[in-house]
């Protein structure tokens, strides 16, 4: 069974910087769609990026655009969220998805259709 684990959350200042990492415990990473989610309590749990198995392929949720950036490298079977310009409403769990896409290099797929889930990381924006 192939695990997904999330690192890189934190506190930051309202403004900073971090970068979440996504560690697949599988040598196949690269024919993975891979998206980043966030939840804060109470509310379903949103995709703010995604990224097709090639990595030529990228979603970002409007909120997020320009400041926060997707990529990934299938040799070390990673994908990274570069997050900056962080605001408060940043604050939540993320957590990275993966689904098996061999035929195919979509990247945009709603939460349903992922079927690896990581465990969360908690980033909170404050001052």
């Known amino acids: 069974q192939v695990q997904l684990i999330e690192s890189g959350g934190g506190l930051v200042q309202p403004g900073g910087s971090l970068r979440l990492s996504c560690t697949a415990s599988t040598g196949a990473f690269g024919a993975y769609a891979v998206g980043w989610f966030r939840q804060v309590p109470g509310k379903d749990k949103e995709q703010v990026a995604a990224?097709?198995?090639?990595?030529?392929?990228?979603y970002y949720v409007d909120d997020v655009k320009g400041r926060f950036a997707i990529s990934r490298n299938n040799a070390e079977n990673t994908v990274d969220l570069r997050m900056d310009s962080l605001r408060p409403l940043d604050t939540a769990v993320y957590y990275c998805?993966?689904?098996?896409?061999?035929?195919?290099?979509?990247?945009?797929?709603?939460?349903?259709?992922?079927?690896?889930w990581g465990q969360g990381t908690q980033v909170t924006v404050s001052s």
């Open positions: 990224i097709s198995r090639s990595g030529t392929g990228t």
């Open positions: 998805a993966a689904r098996n896409t061999p035929l195919t290099d979509d990247y945009y797929y709603v939460a349903p259709q992922y079927h690896l």
